[in-house]
């Protein structure tokens, strides 16, 4: 089986919320997938060893092979293509935590194109097409987005933070 990009957005989604749990539907309707498109993401993500699965519909992440994943192969499995500068959603070092420990100007920042932007910038393409959406409605989701974007395409220095940080973030 092989990995998707919405693999991983269902399980930072789930990482991001540490002891909740989540039926199928539940984790769609945040994600903007369908139920069975989130299993699907989760029978993957359990035959690759990113997750286990515990019982009936009962699973969770392995979050120190999720942090190796997401550290070492997410930027050469699923690289961000730069864009041109649109309005859209701030991530990378647009938005906390990296956004205090990077100074850059307010046009400088990267963001993920979307109507609902309220920032302007060098555009990124997000992990997943919902990957945008999913993270205006959860902020811990966003942070954990953001921090994979700053590896996925961050220079020297955001990549070291971010790796740093989201190692914290995954518990690993």
Do not use: N
Request: charge should be positive; proline fraction near 9%; hydrophobic fraction near 45%.
């Amino acid at each position: 089986m092989e990995l998707k990009p919405q693999d991983l957005l269902v399980l930072l989604k789930v990482a991001a919320h540490p002891g909740q749990r989540w039926t199928y539907a539940a984790l769609g309707e945040a994600l903007t997938l369908s139920a069975s498109e989130v299993h699907a993401c989760v029978k993957r993500a359990v035959a690759s060893g990113l997750a286990v699965a515990r019982g009936r519909g009962d699973w969770a992440p392995v979050r120190p092979a999720l942090a190796e994943f997401a550290i070492h192969g997410v930027r050469y499995v699923w690289p961000a293509q730069p864009g041109p500068v649109k309005r859209g959603v701030p991530t990378s070092f647009g938005v906390a935590p990296l956004a205090g420990k990077i100074s850059a100007a307010a046009d400088e920042a990267p963001v993920w194109a979307h109507p609902s932007g309220t920032a302007k910038g060098p555009s990124l393409s997000p992990i997943y097409r919902s990957a945008p959406q999913a993270a205006l409605l959860d902020p811990a989701l966003h942070r954990l987005l953001a921090l994979q974007d700053a590896i996925r395409a961050g220079r020297a220095r955001e990549r070291s933070l971010a790796t740093d940080m989201l190692t914290k973030e995954l518990g690993s």
